[in-house]
């Protein structure tokens, strides 16, 4: 794959049967003569897209030895329908797509049938500041080439990688300005497993406990203490993919002492891996807040689990922020027939919730989170009660408004795209130190944020911190904190009102 694919966003692909429905814990086992199929999905961001929505409605695969497609061997429905994948929001982070039986044999094209559900931007210019676009597909059914073949081996795990390349795919006028048209570019490739760290790590999975099963007697694998089952992409069909999470004795449990007393439709953030014999291995699992999964016709303030980026935030005249309005891009989990994506809620903040800092993110700097370090820009999960009302406002575009009476804020880890502006200070050991990003979305306004690392900072397709060159393109994976107030962090000066952003990663860009 080309150097520019940085963003890990949706679907993880494996053959075997270790995906479970949302309404069982166990594992599927494959069928004679089947592989049971785990999809990873990555993308490349776009800058001025704050959302992209894409809807995968069906996949199926072009035997090399020509006939018929094979497609997926599952109960009804033979495909997950409608799994709504937003390319915006998961840049260098993966998660699960679905698990499917496929039978053995090579495969020489994968064919794909989906849409583009929606496409916004952030429009400081329109109220709501929120502009979407009529869509426009050159084709919803893209055949992409797999070369080499795909091999779905029967009785074991076996892991495609989709890589949809959203630079290429969004059409832009002569002004770089989003057109609305969209051109399918997906790349496909088989995985292959090493020793030490399996297929693949996933450092954010998120979604809420349907089941919890603490010990695990029959598993065969002696190292897992327990398990739960993990639903993903709740906004989906009546079979949303859900994977079985297992523990062991090294996980870290954040949020409940141990699996006796992690309760279902617990909102998660999972840190894991998925292992050589397919099995997903929970490094670090954070469970925030218990929320309503099935929320009723009946219930005027269901609670769920909203995620997305604050685009403006009010202060009282002492500079206290009071409210903040957060663009709903997810919800975990989601009664699709009230909440709104991609439209902007207002959050309360004089009910005084609880604010944390997701501990899947870096906090080398051990800085901390309350309401003095909300900023515009921060990729956060408000959990709480939310009402939806008629809007009045003339001209909107949304006929409901939003309003959020929330319990707790999380911080989570985020992508940022920009700029390097300049090095700030390189440690004898080339990791460690800082540099200037400047944003390139509409949202920031292109604000310069001090980006912090070290020793632990992962650098790909750049030479260290000390291979950065000034306006070389960069996605940044961290934590972002707003910092009111002069300080010298890690000893870096850090003017007041700057955003400080944590680095785990530092991916250089292919201009």
Same mark, same amino acid.
């Given at each position: 794959?080309?150097?520019?694919?940085?963003?890990?966003?949706?679907?993880?692909?494996?053959?075997?049967?270790?995906?479970? /429905?949302?309404? /069982?814990?166990?594992?599927?086992?494959?069928?004679?003569? =089947?592989?049971?199929?785990?999809?990873?999905?990555?993308?490349?961001?776009?800058?001025?897209?704050?959302?992209?929505?894409?809807?995968?409605?069906?996949? =199926?695969?072009?035997?090399?030895?020509?006939?018929?497609?094979?497609? $997926?061997?599952?109960?009804?429905?033979?495909?997950?329908?409608?799994?709504?994948?937003?390319?915006?929001?998961?840049?260098?982070?993966?998660?699960?797509? $679905?698990?499917?039986?496929?039978?053995?044999?090579?495969?020489?094209?994968?064919?794909?049938?989906?849409?583009?559900?929606?496409?916004?931007?952030?429009? *400081?210019?329109?109220?709501?500041?929120?502009?979407?676009?009529?869509?426009?597909?050159?084709?919803?059914?893209?055949?992409?080439?797999?070369?080499?073949?795909?091999?779905?081996?029967?009785?074991?795990?076996?892991?495609?990688?989709?890589?949809?390349?959203?630079?290429?795919?969004?059409?832009?006028?002569?002004?770089?300005?989003?057109?609305?048209?969209?051109?399918?570019?997906?790349?496909?490739?088989?995985?292959?497993?090493?020793?030490?760290?399996?297929?693949?790590?996933?450092?954010?999975?998120?979604?809420?406990?349907?089941?919890? =099963? *603490?010990?695990?007697?029959?598993?065969?694998?002696?190292?897992?203490?327990?398990?739960?089952?993990?639903?993903?992409?709740?906004?989906?069909?009546?079979?949303?993919?859900?994977?079985?999470?297992?523990?062991?004795?090294?996980?870290?449990?954040?949020?409940?002492?141990?699996?006796?007393?992690?309760?279902?439709?617990?909102?998660?953030?999972?840190?894991?891996?998925?292992?050589?014999?397919?099995?997903?291995?929970?490094?670090?699992?954070?469970?925030?807040?218990?929320?309503?999964?099935?929320?009723?016709?009946?219930?005027?303030?269901? /609670?769920?689990?909203?995620?997305?980026?604050?685009?403006?935030?009010?202060?009282? +005249?002492?500079?206290? *922020?009071? +409210?903040?309005?957060?663009?709903?891009?997810?919800?975990?989990?989601?009664?699709?027939?009230?909440?709104?994506?991609?439209?902007?809620?207002?959050?309360?903040?004089?009910?005084?919730?609880?604010?944390?800092?997701?501990?899947?993110?870096?906090?080398?700097?051990?800085?901390?989170?309350?309401?003095?370090?909300?900023?515009?820009?921060?990729?956060?999960?408000?959990?709480?009660?939310?009402?939806?009302?008629?809007?009045?406002?003339?001209?909107?575009?949304?006929?409901?408004?939003?309003?959020?009476?929330?319990?707790?804020?999380?911080?989570?880890?985020?992508?940022?795209?920009?700029?390097?502006?300049?090095?700030?200070?390189?440690?004898?050991?080339?990791?460690?130190?800082?540099?200037?990003?400047? *944003?390139?979305?509409?949202?920031?306004?292109?604000?310069?944020?001090?980006?912090?690392?070290?020793? +632990?900072?992962? $650098?790909?397709?750049?030479?260290?911190?000390?291979?950065?060159?000034?306006?070389?393109?960069?996605?940044?994976?961290?934590?972002?904190?707003?910092?009111?107030?002069?300080?010298?962090?890690?000893?870096?000066?850090?003017?007041?009102?700057?955003?400080?952003?944590?680095?785990?990663?530092?991916?250089?860009?292919?201009?």
């Amino acid at each position: 794959m080309p150097p520019c694919r940085l963003e890990k966003i949706l679907g993880i692909a494996l053959a075997v049967g270790w995906l479970t /429905s949302c309404s /069982s814990s166990t594992t599927i086992s494959p069928k004679p003569g =089947t592989g049971n199929l785990i999809t990873i999905v990555e993308d490349a961001p776009a800058c001025n897209a704050i959302s992209a929505n894409v809807v995968i409605q069906n996949l =199926t695969f072009t035997p090399v030895s020509g006939g018929a497609a094979a497609g $997926y061997i599952t109960t009804t429905p033979s495909f997950a329908p409608l799994i709504r994948l937003n390319l915006e929001q998961l840049r260098d982070v993966s998660t699960i797509l $679905y698990e499917f039986q496929v039978r053995a044999g090579s495969y020489s094209q994968a064919n794909f049938d989906f849409e583009l559900a929606s496409l916004a931007a952030y429009d *400081p210019t329109l109220s709501p500041p929120v502009k979407t676009y009529s869509t426009i597909l050159s084709t919803n059914k893209p055949i992409v080439t797999l070369n080499p073949p795909l091999v779905i081996t029967a009785g074991q795990a076996n892991v495609m990688q989709l890589d949809f390349d959203v630079l290429s795919m969004l059409r832009v006028d002569s002004t770089g300005q989003l057109t609305g048209s969209m051109t399918p570019a997906i790349g496909v490739a088989q995985l292959t497993p090493t020793a030490a760290t399996g297929y693949a790590h996933l450092d954010d999975l998120w979604g809420f406990v349907r089941s919890v =099963t *603490p010990n695990n007697l029959a598993s065969t694998n002696g190292q897992f203490i327990g398990n739960f089952v993990l639903q993903l992409l709740s906004p989906s069909t009546a079979n949303p993919p859900a994977v079985t999470m297992n523990l062991t004795a090294n996980t870290s449990t954040l949020g409940f002492p141990d699996l006796n007393h992690l309760l279902p439709d617990t909102f998660v953030e999972v840190d894991a891996s998925l292992d050589s014999q397919g099995n997903f291995v929970a490094n670090t699992v954070e469970a925030q807040a218990v929320e309503d999964p099935f929320p009723t016709k009946s219930s005027i303030t269901p /609670s769920t689990a909203l995620i997305g980026p604050i685009v403006s935030i009010t202060t009282d +005249q002492a500079g206290i *922020p009071t +409210q903040l309005n957060l663009w709903v891009r997810d919800a975990e989990p989601a009664d699709i027939s009230s909440i709104l994506f991609d439209s902007i809620y207002q959050v309360n903040l004089t009910l005084n919730p609880t604010y944390q800092a997701s501990a899947l993110g870096p906090n080398f700097a051990n800085l901390t989170y309350g309401p003095q370090n909300l900023a515009v820009g921060e990729e956060v999960v408000v959990h709480g009660a939310y009402t939806k009302v008629p809007t009045t406002v003339a001209g909107s575009t949304n006929p409901f408004s939003f309003t959020v009476a929330p319990s707790a804020i999380w911080l989570k880890l985020q992508s940022m795209q920009g700029t390097v502006g300049s090095l700030v200070q390189v440690g004898s050991d080339g990791l460690t130190g800082a540099f200037i990003l400047t *944003p390139c979305c509409t949202l920031l306004q292109g604000v310069p944020i001090y980006v912090l690392t070290n020793n +632990q900072t992962t $650098y790909v397709n750049v030479n260290g911190l000390g291979g950065l060159t000034p306006q070389a393109p960069v996605l940044v994976k961290g934590m972002p904190y707003y910092e009111p107030q002069a300080s010298t962090i890690n000893g870096v000066a850090i003017p007041a009102g700057t955003m400080v952003m944590q680095a785990k990663q530092v991916h250089g860009l292919t201009q």
